[in-house]
T-cell receptor
Framework: EDKVVQSPLSLVVHEGDTVTLNCSYEVTNFRSLLWYKQEKKAPTFLFMLTSSGIEKKSGRLSSILDKKELFSILNITATQTGDSAVYLCAGVDQTGANNLFFGTGTRLTVIP | DTEVTQTPKHLVMGMTNKKSLKCEQHMGHRAMYWYKQKAKKPPELMFVYSYEKLSINESVPSRFSPECPNSSLLNLHLHALQPEDSALYLC??????????????FGSGTQLSVL
C-alpha cells in the first residue's frame, strides 16, 4: 500500500529562522511528489518534483527530491508569520488517475 | 481565473436530510476530484471524474453520490449521512489526469457537520 510519512508532525520557530520539513514516501510506480500549503481550508500548490537532485525554488521556499532514498525536503528560509500553516506532501503513482497520496502534514507555527 | 469555487462553505444537516455540495471551475480543466478531510488528517480521495465520466470511486458508501453535469461543474449529493461523515469536503481540478497534470487546484472546501 502506498504511504507518505512527514516529519516532524509540528514545529514552532521564531521569525527569521530556517526550517526543513521532511517527507518520505513509498509509492508503487512512483510518478511525482507534490508539496502543498494548507493555511485554513484550500491546499495551495507549492512544488511538483519528478527528477532527483534538481532543486525547485520559489522565493524563500525550495524543495528537492531524492528518488534513490525515497524522500523529499522542503526548506523555508527567513520564516515569516505568514508561513504558519500545515505543509502537505503527496505522492502520485503511474495509474494515470492523479490520485495524490497525502502525508499527515507538518504544522508549522512561526512566532513573531 | 484560477479558482475552484465551492458552495456552501458550511453545512449542518441531520441524518435524514438530503443536501448537495457544489463545485465550479472555469479553467477548462477536464478532471475533477472530491476529497474528504477529517480534522488533523490528510485529504483522502473519494471520486475522480475525467471528461465528465466517473473514473474512480474509492469504495465510497452509496450515501455519497457524485454528479458531473458538465465540464465546469461537479456536485456531491448527500443522503442519510452518519455523524462520522462530518469533515471538510474538498473539490479539486486539473487539466487532465495524464502525466504532467498532477498539479491539482483545490477549492476552499465545504465544512460539513452531521447531527
Amino acid at each position: 500500500e502506498d504511504k507518505v510519512v512527514q516529519s516532524p508532525l509540528s514545529l514552532v520557530v521564531h521569525e527569521g529562522d530556517t526550517v526543513t520539513l521532511n517527507c518520505s514516501y513509498e509509492v508503487t510506480n512512483f510518478r511525482s511528489l507534490l508539496w502543498y500549503k494548507q493555511e485554513k481550508k484550500a491546499p495551495t500548490f507549492l512544488f511538483m518534483l519528478t527528477s532527483s537532485g534538481i532543486e525547485k525554488k520559489s522565493g524563500r521556499l525550495s524543495s528537492i527530491l531524492d528518488k534513490k532514498e525515497l524522500f523529499s525536503i522542503l526548506n523555508i528560509t527567513a520564516t515569516q508569520t505568514g508561513d504558519s500553516a500545515v505543509y502537505l506532501c503527496a505522492g502520485v503513482d503511474q495509474t494515470g488517475a492523479n490520485n495524490l497520496f497525502f502525508g499527515t502534514g507538518t504544522r508549522l507555527t512561526v512566532i513573531p | 481565473d484560477t479558482e475552484v469555487t465551492q458552495t456552501p462553505k458550511h453545512l449542518v444537516m441531520g441524518m435524514t436530510n438530503k443536501k448537495s455540495l457544489k463545485c465550479e471551475q472555469h479553467m477548462g480543466h477536464r478532471a475533477m476530484y472530491w476529497y474528504k478531510q477529517k480534522a488533523k488528517k490528510p485529504p483522502e480521495l473519494m471520486f475522480v471524474y475525467s471528461y465528465e465520466k466517473l473514473s474512480i470511486n474509492e469504495s465510497v458508501p452509496s450515501r455519497f453520490s457524485p454528479e458531473c453535469p458538465n465540464s465546469s461543474l461537479l456536485n456531491l449529493h448527500l443522503h442519510a449521512l452518519q455523524p462520522e461523515d462530518s469533515a471538510l469536503y474538498l473539490c479539486a481540478s486539473s487539466p487532465t489526469w495524464d502525466r504532467g497534470s498532477e498539479k491539482l487546484f483545490f477549492g476552499s472546501g465545504t465544512q460539513l457537520s452531521v447531527l
